[in-house]
């Protein structure tokens, strides 16, 4: 579980930096970064929302796939 922990600590730094170096970029291709970026699905990293009797390798890879 310290690893779903990591993993979503880690979506929130690179979020952060991303949105900080984001600012040096023209305006239109914010706008559009922002469109798409608005369009993905975030990753859910609440482990009860999945089943209990899945496997713990295969949570890891949904949420991975999610971020990618």
């Known amino acids: ?15 952060k930096k991303i949105n900080s170096v984001l600012v040096i970029l023209p305006q239109e291709i914010l706008n559009r970064y922002d469109m798409v970026a608005k369009s993905l699905q975030p990753p859910v990293f609440d482990m009860s929302k999945y089943p209990v009797d899945a496997k713990f390798i295969d949570i890891f890879d949904e949420i991975t796939y999610k971020m990618a």
């Open 1 to 15: 579980m310290s690893e779903v922990f990591e993993l979503k600590n880690t979506w929130f730094l690179y979020n």
